[in-house]
């Protein structure tokens, strides 16, 4: 086994001697692109994935499934205080040593939440990577929280939530519609928590859930054995952590009426968890096919859901798409729209009525795969993207599709498949969201 | 009157007699043991009260002898340097001008800095007065906890870090 050999200290000596020359070979040889996506499991539950494509810059993700879902009603907003506490001083280097040294190497480090992983990426060039490792490994896994530290970031906190974009909050509304606890929590702190975050709680946040069985390690652009090392040598505890709750899908309306002109309104039901491969599949096709906005500047859709919407609400401007989101036990189909207030009723009828039709003809059906096959491929066009892609599979189900494997599995998924994806969204309770001049808008009581 | 306009009338009255109290202690190995006292007004309560207490040097001259010794040494040192008979603590007569002491004291808990206030406002106003505590409110070389000295620490060692990246790019 690769991940035991490296365990071996003089394998692991060997391994690290390779790093110089590596990246000399890389750069004279011109090797063809390898989206090959190679895995290991360590034996304390850790996820390892990585795609070697020889790429001059290495992006190292360190996962951990412990996004707003994990927090508790007296943590709430733990997540993105964890966020912004990214780069903060940490048990072995300051923050100024992890900003300088980092920028010394034109390396950058980021940390993206979602409702249920906080990813630590970091960007390299891969001749500099072993540095931005020792800094990576820092950042994910040896916080301290100090308290001034955190004190000095919450005019930055409170920047961020004042400079939340409607749609941002209209996501959050339609997940506390459909889920009320757990994926219904906010990705964002409550107005009200801020400042409330103490050392001790985030301490107690992050060692109930980054250990080894929540966190997976992916790498794109970097060799699998020096992933492996870095891996392993990460200071992460072993141990099962909190176990998730499961998700209980309710359903119902959240609105927030603000001083706008538009009304933004998002209506979903609940669709299906990445657990089941093929039908969350069937639902990516469906709403490719029912449209995801224009595909030309300036251009119209010609999708089923601007078509309904178009045609209800004649010359008044509106912006539709669907929207699928799936979580690892859940997932929420429906669709997003954006119009003036006053026409918000016609739009968001037509929409659910249009999502609510059942069956789709084969032709949208055959756009929405090819348009579902080429945003895979795009998504794998780009290092970090890919690393999102691939960081996402590892540390929610643990094994990785890669690109063309994802792409037969689209070919492979029958109308019929599609059109059954449709008719659960035909009968499923509605969660209406909404965001703006609400006047207009229907409830989910008013929608059938 | 506010907390503020009392230490500025204190302060501004004892300004007009800097040093309250100084003492030199020549030790046995030669040591200094400099207490200087002053108080000094910049609108707010700032007290600069600087200690030179030559640590290093008192523990590497007594570390041939028992600990017994060198504690004894200590405390003997300790009530000679005679802030503990205006109910002040070690930590609170660093000078406060040090840019990593302001540092510290930024970063202090809140409850901590207000003990400290106190224990400031009360030794001005004693020093005012020209009186002491009774000899049973000084402050016990046991019971002086340095509640500053691991923060002075941290940002003594974060500022040589910038100082030493500064030197090298």
């Given at each position: 086994m690769a991940s035991n050999a490296a365990k071996v200290p003089i394998f692991r000596a060997v391994t690290k001697c390779g790093f110089s020359t590596q990246t000399a070979v890389k750069a004279s040889q011109n090797l063809s692109r390898r989206t090959e996506v190679k895995t290991a499991v360590l034996a304390n539950k850790l996820v390892i994935a990585s795609v070697?494509?020889?790429?001059?810059i290495s992006t190292v993700t360190v996962l951990f499934r412990?996004?707003?879902?994990?927090?508790?009603h007296d943590s709430l907003g733990n997540t993105h205080i964890l966020r912004i506490a990214a780069?903060?001083?940490t048990k072995d280097s300051t923050q100024f040593g992890i900003i300088r040294n980092l920028q010394q190497i034109g390396a950058s480090l980021s940390c993206q939440t979602d409702r249920e992983t906080i990813a630590y990426t970091l960007h390299s060039t891969s001749d500099n990577l072993e540095t931005g490792l020792k800094f990576l490994g820092d950042v994910a896994s040896?916080?301290?929280?100090?308290p001034w530290e955190l004190s000095d970031n919450i005019p930055r906190l409170k920047y961020e939530l004042a400079s939340l974009s409607p749609y941002a909050q209209l996501l959050d509304l339609l997940h506390r519609a459909a889920y009320r606890t757990g994926l219904g929590n906010s990705l964002f702190c409550p107005d009200y928590l801020?400042?409330?975050?103490s050392t001790e709680s985030l301490q107690h946040y992050v060692k109930n859930l980054f250990t080894t069985n929540h966190a997976a390690v992916v790498g794109v652009g970097v060799d699998h054995g020096d992933l492996l090392c870095f891996a392993q040598n990460l200071a992460l505890e072993s141990g099962a952590g909190q176990v998730e709750s499961a998700s209980r899908y309710s359903g119902g309306d959240v609105r927030r009426d603000t001083a706008e002109s538009l009304a933004h309104v998002a209506v979903a039901v609940e669709g299906t968890s990445l657990k089941n491969t093929k039908e969350a599949l069937a639902f990516a096709v469906l709403q490719y096919a029912l449209g995801v906005g224009?595909?030309?500047?300036?251009g119209s859709s010609a999708s089923p859901l601007t078509r309904a919407v178009g045609s209800a609400v004649g010359s008044d401007p509106f912006a539709v798409t669907a929207f699928n989101a799936s979580y690892t036990d859940s997932g929420l189909f429906g669709f997003v729209s954006s119009s003036p207030g006053n026409v918000a009723r016609q739009v968001v009828e037509a929409a659910v009525k249009q999502l609510r039709s059942g069956s789709l003809p084969s032709a949208d059906i055959a756009r929405g795969k090819a348009q579902l096959k080429a945003a895979i491929l795009f998504n794998q066009e780009s290092n970090s993207t890919l690393a999102e892609d691939i960081g996402t599979q590892a540390v929610l189900l643990g094994s990785v599709l890669s690109g063309p494997a994802a792409v037969s599995a689209v070919n492979s998924i029958t109308d019929a498949e599609v059109n059954a994806a449709a008719n659960k969204v035909k009968s499923g309770k509605l969660s209406v969201a909404a965001i703006g001049k609400l006047a207009h808008v229907p409830y989910s009581d008013q929608l059938t | 009157m506010t907390l503020g306009m009392y230490c500025t009338a204190i302060t501004t009255i004892a300004s007009t007699a800097p040093n309250v109290s100084e003492n030199c202690i020549d030790e046995i190995q030669g040591l200094m043991l400099v207490m200087l006292v002053s108080c000094v007004t910049?609108?707010?309560?700032k007290s600069k009260q600087i200690v030179r207490l030559e640590k290093g040097k008192v523990k590497m001259a007594v570390s041939s002898k028992a600990p017994g010794f060198s504690i004894a040494l200590r405390k003997w040192a300790y009530n000679l340097s005679g802030f503990n008979k205006y109910?002040?603590?070690?930590?609170?007569?660093?000078?406060?001008?040090?840019p990593d002491v302001k540092e510290a004291l930024r970063r202090l808990p809140e409850h901590l800095v207000d003990e400290r206030n106190f224990r400031i406002i009360r030794a001005m106003q004693l020093s005012l007065q020209k009186i002491i505590l009774p000899k049973e409110e000084w402050v016990k070389f046991e019971e002086d906890?340095?509640?500053l000295q691991p923060y002075i620490e941290e940002a003594a060692r974060e500022r040589q870090e910038k100082e030493e990246w500064n030197k090298k790019y």
């Open positions: 070697d494509n020889n790429s001059p412990a996004g707003s879902r994990y927090e508790q780069g903060l001083t040896k916080q301290v929280f100090k801020v400042g409330s975050h224009s595909y030309a500047k300036w | 910049y609108g707010k309560i109910g002040l603590h070690h930590d609170d007569c660093y000078d406060e001008a040090d906890n340095k509640y």
